[in-house]
């Protein structure tokens, strides 16, 4: 499940460095997009770091 969510960010970020090299007027909109995802990954691997230090080894 973790890995489907990283995986699917990482596309995101790939998909969204090649639009921002083609189209200057959309790159904000972009660079936004790209910063939410790349803090989404980074969130996931922290609750993952959590849980599997944390939690599964009291």
């Not at 990283?6 to 995101?12: P, R, V």
């Not at 959590?50 to 009291?58: I, K």
Request: aromatic residues 10%; negative net charge; proline residues 2%.
């Amino acid at each position: 499940m973790w890995g489907e969510a990283i995986n699917l960010y990482m596309d995101c970020i790939h998909t969204l460095d090649g639009f921002i090299s083609e189209i200057e007027e959309e790159q904000d909109e972009a660079f936004r997009l790209r910063e939410k995802a790349t803090a989404a990954i980074e969130f996931i691997d922290d609750i993952r770091g959590f849980v599997n230090t944390d939690l599964m080894n009291p």
